[in-house]
């Protein structure tokens, strides 16, 4: 009998720990008095759900369930991709099918990025905080993080920049990717601004370095108007080739559905479809045909506005709840999203939220992710991710003072 299996795993796999936020969530899932903020959910109550019925009924009926039973096409159904590219003019993004790979979702599409790109030791330059699970997929190719923290209105470009000069200056190897989340970015809620998304093609295009842009909610915007896509600005300006977005439906239509999408470069999304071909081979074909029919029939921009309505509406409720109840003496500051489903919360540096997370579940019935899980490289400690999007209002405002007890009463 096999005793010791883990001196059989990988290099890779062998220190490879996974997601910290499952481990939290898990933890959670026992506790029916809990109110959590924790997890990163859209609400069922935005859920297109007579439209989703109708769709199902129509995607098995008839002859049609034979090819639903079957496999798919590797890179998505035919149906899917019309409608993706159609749906990326909204953005004036002008793709063809070589540019486009259908995704098992969003995390999928990390995961073929970071096996695409990274071999161990590679650089990834990202914001401070970011995606946890965009570097959970990628630690799985071993690389190495350069961060700059973010600012108020997104990635600190010139400080992407200064670390590149010193990198160069040194003769070292330059990072395979720059990867921003610049609409609403989880964990923070942060919009990057078209200067900077601009500023940041311009960096691109002068190191020789891919950005890849991770857009889960671009849509989800309450306040103000969409701006373009660093992808589209590509297009428009350098007629260009150095942006992958990776695409997901899970916040803006379901995430039971597991379907996104990549755009980029055919060459990259070739080589992602081989990858896919080796890791998961096809999306599920049902899962494309429901998603075809959201964003085909189905009234998408109705649809977008009724998230917009709702969830604005929790944001707001939510705004003025830690308003009300962290004053300025409290030393807790967070902020002020214009759209997404986080917001980002800064508590006074002694207060290390990984232990505030175990008082806050055990003694006060309230969860919120710890904000070390979102760092590449060196944590800072004294952050945490709110959610308000899928808790109800009234929790929201029972969560939010349960929150300001618990760290009133930290020690
Ligand atoms: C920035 C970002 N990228 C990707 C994902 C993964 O999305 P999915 O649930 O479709 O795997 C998320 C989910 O929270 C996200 O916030």
Request: proline residues 5%; positive net charge.
């Amino acid at each position: 009998m096999i005793k010791n299996w883990s001196r059989r795993f990988s290099e890779n796999a062998v220190n490879y720990e996974g997601y910290p936020i499952g481990k939290t969530l898990e933890l959670l899932a026992s506790n029916p008095n809990l109110i959590s903020l924790a997890g990163g959910l859209p609400s069922p109550d935005v859920f297109q759900k007579a439209e989703v019925r109708l769709a199902t009924k129509r995607s098995l009926e008839g002859s049609r369930i034979d090819s639903v039973m079957q496999y798919s096409s590797i890179p998505g159904e035919k149906a899917l991709f019309d409608a993706v590219i159609n749906y990326l003019k909204r953005d004036k993004i002008n793709i063809k099918e070589e540019n486009l790979l259908i995704t098992t979702s969003g995390q999928h599409g990390l995961d073929l990025a970071g096996r695409l790109f990274l071999n161990q030791g590679d650089l990834v330059m990202l914001d401070r905080p970011t995606f946890a699970g965009a570097i959970v997929a990628f630690d799985l190719n071993r690389p190495k993080y350069i961060g700059v923290d973010i600012e108020d209105d997104g990635s600190n470009v010139k400080g992407f920049r200064k670390k590149l000069e010193a990198i160069k200056k040194k003769g070292g190897k330059m990072p395979k990717f720059i990867y921003v989340v610049p609409d609403f970015q989880n964990p923070t809620g942060i919009s990057m601004s078209v200067e900077k998304r601009e500023a940041m093609l311009d960096l691109s295009y002068e190191y020789d370095i891919p950005v890849i842009e991770d857009s889960p909610y671009k849509d989800l915007r309450y306040y103000g108007k969409i701006p373009p896509s660093i992808f589209s600005i590509d297009q428009k300006k350098y007629k260009g080739t150095n942006v992958i977005g990776l695409y997901t439906f899970s916040k803006i239509f379901c995430p039971g559905m597991r379907v996104g999408f990549n755009i980029g470069p055919a060459e990259v999304i070739k080589k992602m479809c081989n990858i896919k071909e080796g890791n998961i081979l096809n999306t599920p074909k049902y899962n494309q045909d429901i998603c075809a029919a959201y964003l085909s029939e189905m009234d998408i921009e109705k649809h977008f506005d009724n998230c917009r309505k709702y969830y604005k509406e929790k944001l707001k409720l939510f705004l003025g709840e830690m308003e009300k109840n962290f004053p300025k003496s409290s030393g807790v500051s967070w902020t002020k999203p214009e759209g997404g489903l986080f917001l980002w919360v800064t508590v006074p540096e002694h207060i290390d939220t990984e232990k505030l997370f175990y008082e806050a579940v055990e003694k006060y019935n309230v969860a919120f992710v710890p904000g070390w899980q979102f760092y590449g490289g060196k944590p800072a400690n004294n952050h945490m991710r709110l959610n308000f999007s899928y808790s109800s209002k009234e929790q929201l405002v029972e969560a939010v003072k349960r929150l300001a007890k618990c760290i009133k009463d930290h020690k």
